[in-house]
């Protein structure tokens, strides 16, 4: 279910048994590499594109799509060319 509405996003991943929920907004062209989270996250992406790299698989996600990491996984991220922003779900635990 494709949701558009930030309190709903919020209200969904908390009662799933999400921490917190926020929105990150990217600067155009930003490369994170290689990392990882001490937390798990579920993201709905709602402006511009990216590109999340896990075992060396490439997604290109635009606005409307969302992806899931648990804790601790290595990935990389990479930005468009006008930024993005995504709604993110984390689970702290």
Do not use: C, I
Not at 11 to 37: C, M, Q, S, Y
Not at 69 to 85: F, I, K, Q, T
Request: hydrophobic residues 40%; aromatic residues 10%.
């Amino acid at each position: 279910m494709q949701l558009t509405d930030y309190s709903l996003f919020q209200t969904k991943a908390l009662a799933e048994g999400f921490d917190e929920v926020l929105e990150r907004e990217w600067a155009p062209d930003t490369v994170l590499d290689t990392h990882t989270h001490p937390f798990s996250v579920k993201a709905l992406v709602v402006r511009g594109e990216m590109w999340l790299t896990v075992d060396e698989q490439t997604r290109h996600l635009l606005a409307g799509d969302s992806f899931a990491l648990d804790r601790d996984v290595p990935h990389a991220e990479r930005y468009g060319s006008e930024g993005a922003a995504y709604w993110v779900a984390r689970r702290n635990g």
